[in-house]
């Protein structure tokens, strides 16, 4: 995960990892140009913490995140719903965001989970960074 899942110009550490209906992981996500961007934690990352509400083996896994943030734009709980389907012999991933905090551009949104996905992509075809 520290590989595919932050989006083009971050990286990824991993800093706790239960993965288990009810558990949870922790990340930190670093912006590679700091000036170009604003942290939700500090001024250069973001740290999320992430409760897996529901695993459906080879199927769907619902997370509820959040920010570690003192900025009131980015509280409160987004849900995201991975869900895993067979299509010509592949699997199609989509996402589904609700409750994303209003301090998170819906444009910025979309485009961080184009790359996160375009990443996992690659690196299950092998091509990861």
């Known amino acids: 995960m520290e590989i595919w899942l932050p989006p083009q110009g971050m990286t990824g550490m991993m800093l706790a990892f239960a993965f288990h209906e009810g558990g949870s992981y922790r990340m ?3 912006y590679g140009e700091p000036h170009r961007a604003t942290g939700k934690t ?4 973001d740290e999320v ?3 897996y509400v529901r695993l459906v083996p080879n199927r769907c896994i619902e997370q509820a995140v959040t920010f570690d943030s003192d900025n009131p734009q980015f ?3 987004m849900r ?3 869900t895993l389907d067979a299509e010509n012999g592949a699997t199609l991933v989509t996402v589904r965001c609700e409750d994303v905090p ?3 551009r819906p444009e910025e949104h979309e485009v961080g989970l184009k790359s996160t996905l375009d990443n996992l992509a690659a ?4 091509h990861g960074k």
Not at 42 to 45: G, I, L, Y
Not at 123 to 126: K, L, P, T
């Open 28 to 30: 930190r996500l670093a």
């Open 42 to 45: 500090s001024s250069n990352f």
């Open 49 to 51: 913490n992430v409760r």
């Open 75 to 77: 509280s409160g709980e």
């Open 80 to 82: 995201l719903t991975w």
């Open 102 to 104: 209003e301090g998170i």
């Open 123 to 126: 690196f299950v075809e092998g």
